[in-house]
């Protein structure tokens, strides 16, 4: 019996021990999880926040105007491209982004920016304007002249992912010192002495908390704010406010201060644009004021700073008195802790909030040319680069250009059959650039882009190759030489027979070359292309820079060829630049986010037509437009204006087409339904119209081409081709190539030409021209 205490003595020991032992085992698995666990934040906040912390997509712009006198621009089309901009009217013009008007006289305020070629400070303008032009254009300070000055160019989209997280990244070098002091004297005032959080901060957050019985007060810092808003997610909970905690302090271990608050900048969310978040102050200055940040006055810095504490709550075009009480608070604030002196604090509470309209997202505006700009990248950047890397590229969209051609779209299309489709494509030929696309009937539908990718035939517009192909056979054939529209019938190899027509079903017998091509008759052009051969035809087509098959068919003469209106403006691109060719552009230059140049997308011209064919060619383009099937649009072109086109259709009136080109702008029109039923519309009824509108609107120079030296005008008559004189009954003036005009004269006009002693007398007969 003695014994049994001494055993339970000895077993108490032995448990104390094994419970010591397991308590130090779990505080050792608690301290190595617990490790593990730091480690592994550690891990997520080093991969997170080395290298590359954002995906930004690339800001697309449209091309910047270049204004200087004598420029032909009116008044209304300044304003019209200051709107597209994004400048707004306010009283004197003098900040940045803003214009005023009296009578012709306007006053602006550039906005500073940076272009491929460098940055440009914001710069006050006085813009006089007299006869459609810019008559003067000075420094309102100093009076002196301006020779050329640059408006910085509308935002027209962005190359986004899915996901719609878009922000503008700045260099904390370049953000204001009072934004800063605002952010800080809001946000955490012990920023530069707390090591990632504040006790104090949560033990008053700890405190609250507890007596509500739930997570009401946050007591963070700014750098757990990074922490949560680039890590973790937004919700309330006890274990997330605890990862925060500790990777704040983790990143306050690994980073600098000046690292931790300019990834803030860029990184805190401020606004909500449709499906679009809008992050970083940069971005925001330019959502809601329309600046650069840099620019920006101290009420509209302390307007941004407010707003954090809740994006939606203090938005100011939502809830304007709300957020004004709030910026007014941010400012008196930033008055107590000396980030600005009181009467300035004060004189900035007296501003209205200042902030612009919401205007239309522009990634909206232009789909069909945002497609091209994606297209044209996307040979030189892969698509995850143009997502991510927050690419600046800088297009050749004219947004006025753009807003003329859509106008005309919606004009001529108005509310007739819905089933009707349309694709403009529209060229500054001075440039080489794409200035505008229409890709449908609803310009900002991003659905089929029928000006890249719609290929149909293209009908007569094939014609001018033909014609061409024997305008380089000088020797024998010119603009009045005669050609047979009568019946055709033509075997091919199978013993099928087809016959061409006419579009009116007529024959004429014999007709000018020049007449058959302005008036489009079918056979004439068959007959030509039999003659010089299909094979020159084709050849044409591919010095023109277009595909053409290996072997072509008598039919290729009347636009069996399918073509997209985007290769049509292509091809016509080289008889309106006289016979050079130029790839066209749509990107000028491309730099990375920082605005350092990374391509340049320069003008490149190569000849592929002899000046003298050219020439003889335009000038029938050109009577197809004084005489021929294009005559009509001369109701709606200005006075005056010279151009040069050629109108299209398809069997069936299944597809309307026009192209042509003034001196500085080309246009190319298609009309047509995507199951491809008839339209009931020729390319005279239909397409015509709506290249009338949108070039009248933009062209500013008629197409008037100078007459090579190895060219010279001649008198022939209409009915024969032979030479005359100017005073016979019939004669009419031709250009040719001085070494092969006709030799055959009529008796009217080698009578006259003796009588004058010119062209028909016995020198000429001896030696010629």
Not at 18 to 45: C, E, F, P
Not at 286 to 299: C, K, N, V
Not at 693 to 698: G, I, K, P
Request: with cysteine.
């Amino acid at each position: 019996m003695p014994r049994k205490p001494a055993r339970q003595s000895r077993s108490r020991p032995r448990r104390r021990r094994r419970l010591g032992s397991w308590l130090l085992g779990g505080l050792l698995l608690v301290l190595v999880t617990g490790a593990a666990y730091v480690a592994w934040l550690d891990y997520q906040v080093r991969s997170q926040f080395e290298g590359k912390r954002w995906s930004v997509p690339a800001t697309v712009y449209a091309r910047p105007l270049e204004l200087y006198p004598g420029l032909a621009l009116s008044r209304d089309g300044l304003l019209a491209e200051l709107d597209a901009a994004g400048y707004r009217s306010a009283a004197g013009g003098q900040e940045p982004g803003t214009w005023a008007q009296e009578g012709d006289r306007v006053r602006l305020t550039t906005r500073a920016f940076a272009y491929w070629d460098g940055r440009e400070p914001a710069r006050a303008l006085v813009l006089h304007f007299a006869d459609g032009r810019v008559q003067s254009l000075r420094d309102p300070d100093s009076g002196e002249p301006v020779d050329l000055v640059r408006l910085d160019p509308a935002t027209i989209g962005a190359i986004a992912p899915t996901r719609r997280e878009d922000r503008l990244l700045v260099q904390l070098d370049h953000v204001p010192v009072t934004l800063i002091g605002a952010l800080l004297a809001v946000e955490d005032r012990r920023f530069h002495r707390h090591f990632g959080i504040s006790p104090s901060g949560i033990a008053r957050a700890a405190i609250a908390n507890i007596r509500a019985g739930r997570i009401v007060q946050g007591g963070s810092t700014l750098t757990q704010q990074l922490v949560k808003n680039f890590f973790l997610t937004g919700d309330q909970t006890f274990t997330r406010k605890l990862n925060e905690a500790i990777m704040a302090v983790l990143l306050e271990l690994r980073y600098d201060k000046r690292d931790i608050l300019e990834t803030y900048l860029n990184e805190v969310f401020i606004a909500q644009d449709g499906d679009r978040s809008v992050h970083g102050f940069g971005l925001a200055a330019q959502y809601f004021f329309g600046e650069p940040l840099d620019a920006l006055r101290i009420d509209q810095q302390a307007l941004l700073v407010a707003m954090i504490k809740g994006p939606s709550y203090y938005n100011p075009r939502r809830n304007p008195e709300r957020a004004r009480q709030r910026r007014n608070l941010v400012l008196e604030v930033m008055a107590d802790g000396g980030v600005v002196q009181e009467d300035a604090a004060r004189a900035a509470r007296q501003r209205p909030l200042d902030v612009l309209e919401q205007r239309r997202r522009p990634r909206h505006d232009y789909p069909a040319f945002m497609d091209l700009v994606q297209r044209h990248l996307q040979r030189d950047y892969r698509r995850e680069d143009l997502q991510s890397e927050g690419l600046r590229v800088f297009s050749t969209l004219a947004p006025t250009v753009q807003h003329s051609a859509e106008e005309a779209v919606r004009r001529r299309l108005g509310n007739g059959d819905e089933a009707l489709e349309a694709a403009v494509v529209m060229l500054d030929l001075d440039a080489g650039e794409v200035s505008a696309l229409v890709g449908g009937r609803d310009p900002g539908f991003a659905g089929f882009n029928r000006a890249l990718d719609a290929r149909r035939p293209i009908g007569s517009l094939i014609k001018p190759a033909v014609y061409l192909a024997a305008l380089e056979q000088p020797s024998a054939w010119g603009l009045g030489s005669v050609l047979d529209d009568s019946p055709l019938r033509i075997e091919d190899g199978q013993g099928e027979t087809w016959a061409p027509r006419n579009f009116d079903a007529e024959f004429r017998g014999d007709v000018l070359l020049v007449d058959a091509l302005a008036h489009s008759y079918n056979i004439p052009a068959v007959r030509l292309g039999q003659d010089v051969g299909v094979n020159a035809v084709t050849n044409i087509v591919r010095r023109l820079g277009q595909d053409a098959p290996r072997r072509a068919y008598p039919s290729y003469m009347l636009g069996t060829a399918e073509l997209s209106p985007m290769e049509v403006a292509g091809l016509y691109q080289v008889f309106a630049s006289q016979g050079f060719r130029t790839p066209l552009r749509s990107v000028r230059a491309v730099t990375d986010a920082s605005g350092e140049p990374l391509k340049r997308y320069r003008l490149s011209t190569e000849r592929v037509v002899d000046p003298e064919p050219m020439y003889l060619l335009n000038h029938a383009l050109g009577e197809v437009m004084r005489e021929g099937t294009g005559r009509h649009a001369g109701a709606t072109l200005p006075a005056g204006m010279t151009v040069a086109g050629k109108t299209g259709t398809t069997n069936d009136y299944r597809d309307s087409w026009f192209a042509g080109f003034s001196g500085d702008t080309l246009g190319v029109v298609w009309l047509g339904r995507d199951d491809n039923a008839g339209t009931g519309l020729t390319g005279a009824s239909g397409a015509l119209g709506i290249w009338a509108d949108a070039v009248s609107a933009n062209a500013v120079r008629g197409f008037q081409p100078v007459r090579p030296d190895g060219v010279t005008p001649v008198w022939i008559d209409e009915d024969t081709g032979a030479r005359t004189h100017e005073a016979c009954n019939g004669s009419r003036e031709l250009p040719y190539m001085a070494d092969h005009v006709p030799d055959e004269w009529t008796e009217c006009g080698r009578r006259r030409a003796d009588d004058d002693g010119g062209g028909g007398g016995l020198l000429q007969r001896w030696f010629g021209d």
